[in-house]
């Protein structure tokens, strides 16, 4: 059984940044390809950042040079720091860990608004 658990979101102005973490509970989450989605009301989840085993990294087109996704195996963590938020970047963000099976994030929320 796979725990991700999402911290960070927020209330930013447009232009700010936030940096959001997953902390995972599981065994060899170095072996996890891991990625971030996003879900905005009323819209399909789509995939924002995913970072591989080797440590690739891939981007939505919406969020290059904006928001950097990242790991540290020695905590379990991924992140994903995002700068010069839009209010198009607002969004309920998830977190999810692949292997064998997919396992996702109770979510957390981030609000990009002035």
């Known amino acids: 059984q796979v725990q991700l658990t999402e911290s960070g979101g927020g209330l930013v102005q447009p232009g700010g940044s936030l940096r959001l973490s997953c902390a995972a509970s599981?065994?060899?989450?170095?072996?996890?390809?891991m990625r971030w989605y996003r879900q905005a009301p009323g819209t399909q989840r789509e995939l924002v950042a995913r970072?591989?085993?080797?440590?690739?990294?891939n981007y939505a087109d919406s969020v290059k040079g904006r928001f950097t996704i990242s790991r540290d195996n020695t905590k379990s963590t991924i992140y994903l720091q995002m700068n010069n938020l839009k209010p198009e970047d607002t969004a309920v963000y998830y977190c999810?860990?692949?292997?064998?099976?997919?396992?996702w994030g109770q979510g957390t929320q981030v609000t990009v608004s002035s």
């Open positions: 970072i591989t085993i080797t440590g690739n990294t």
């Open positions: 599981v065994s060899f989450f170095s072996l996890y390809d």
């Open positions: 999810m860990a692949a292997r064998m099976e997919d396992y």
